[in-house]
């Protein structure tokens, strides 16, 4: 089955660097760095906003354990947002070539 993983970062220069690795590694893809998100969240009893950065991942079911696992060890963020969302269909061309490229290295 075929996900896509949705988090946030406080900079350009980290969301990069992780996505780069997870890519690299063949755990994502694919990875869309979208700027410039405004967040605004309750955190620690108080309403804060932020402008974050969203990496939007490609990648299969199988590989979200490790990824979460880097996600968590390598963020910058005491909680880091994680989320994960079914991909039900796509292109079968596209599907493809998720799972081509996400082929654990051994």
Request: with cysteine; proline share 2%; hydrophobic share 40%.
């Amino acid at each position: 089955m075929f996900v896509a993983i949705y988090s946030t970062f406080e900079s350009m220069k980290e969301a990069k660097s992780l996505a780069r690795y997870l890519v690299e590694e063949k755990l994502l893809a694919c990875a869309n760095l979208i700027s410039n998100v405004v967040s605004i969240y309750s955190w620690e009893g108080k309403v804060e906003e932020s402008t974050e950065i969203v990496l939007w991942g490609k990648t299969q079911d199988h590989l979200i354990d490790r990824i979460k696992k880097i996600i968590e060890e390598r963020h910058s963020y005491s909680l880091p947002a994680l989320s994960v969302y079914p991909i039900t269909t796509g292109s079968e061309a596209y599907l493809k070539w998720i799972k081509s490229e996400t082929l654990i290295k051994t």
